[in-house]
């Protein structure tokens, strides 16, 4: 069975940084895409970074370019994202999700894609106060 773990979110001042993590457990990790998603309140789920599971390359949504990073430690199954200058907006649960091959994630993997194992966690949520 397939599970992801993430931790690390918290409540943060603006400006500051966080380190979100996600442990994989139950399929072969070192090959798979990973990406992390954020779903605000009242808000649809939204693709955030994806790391490509072979050449560890990196994509993220165009207005968080520059804030987050996304990597990975395949000797711990995990996946992390760091994302510094926090602004309010961020405010969000933020879930990470395995893919079915080593090809990166994206926007249209938010949920029920194909490209995904599409087995998500519980989140690990981040509040930041203005």
């Known amino acids: 069975q397939v599970q992801l773990v993430e931790s690390g979110g918290g409540l943060v001042q603006a400006g500051g940084s966080l380190t979100l993590s996600c442990v994989v457990s139950?399929?072969?990790?070192?090959?798979?895409?990973m990406g992390w998603f954020r779903q605000a309140t009242g808000k649809e789920r939204e693709f955030v970074a994806t790391?490509?599971?072979?050449?560890?390359?990196?994509y993220y949504k165009d207005s968080l370019k520059g804030r987050f990073t996304v990597s990975r430690d395949n000797a711990k199954n995990t996946v992390n994202l760091q994302i510094t200058s926090l602004k309010p907006e961020d405010t969000a649960v933020y879930y990470c999700q395995i893919g079915q091959t080593s090809q990166g994630l994206g926007p249209e993997d938010v949920q029920g894609s194909p490209s995904i194992i599409d087995s998500w966690g519980q989140g690990t949520r981040v509040t930041v106060s203005s």
């Open positions: 139950g399929i072969p990790f070192d090959m798979k895409a």
């Open positions: 790391i490509n599971g072979d050449c560890g390359r990196t």
